[in-house]
């Protein structure tokens, strides 16, 4: 059974940071693509960083140069550094898998908050 469990979001002045953990277990870590998204009211969800098994990157425009997305293999962890955060950043976060065999899998969000 794949599980996915997000941690860290949080309220932040903007200019503030947090970071983003999610563990993952019921998969073979090492050979996950994942990556984080986001969704505000009223808005479809957008892609935000994703990270595959080479570790190879791609972010979306709005965040690069302020977002981080990173993976721990052997802790099945990943995470996302997000630093100078401004208000248009504020929306439910979600980690999402795509294993090796296939289909994606889902966190249930967290909530980050920047107030200006």
């Known amino acids: 059974q794949v599980q996915l469990v997000e941690s860290g979001g949080g309220s932040v002045q903007a200019g503030g940071s947090l970071k983003l953990s999610c563990e993952v277990s019921?998969?073979?870590?090492?050979?996950?693509?994942m990556g984080w998204y986001r969704q505000a009211p009223g808005q479809e969800r957008q892609r935000v960083a994703f990270?595959?098994?080479?570790?190879?990157?791609s972010y979306l425009d709005a965040v690069k140069g302020r977002f981080t997305i990173s993976r721990e293999n052997a802790k099945n962890m990943m995470y996302l550094q997000m630093n100078d955060l401004k208000s248009e950043d504020t929306a439910v976060y979600y980690c999402?898998?795509?294993?090796?065999?296939?289909?994606?899998?889902w966190g249930q969000g967290t909530q980050v908050t920047v107030s200006s």
């Open positions: 999402k898998v795509v294993p090796h065999w296939g289909g994606d899998y």
């Open positions: 019921g998969t073979d870590f090492s050979r996950n693509a």
């Open positions: 990270i595959y098994s080479d570790y190879m990157t």
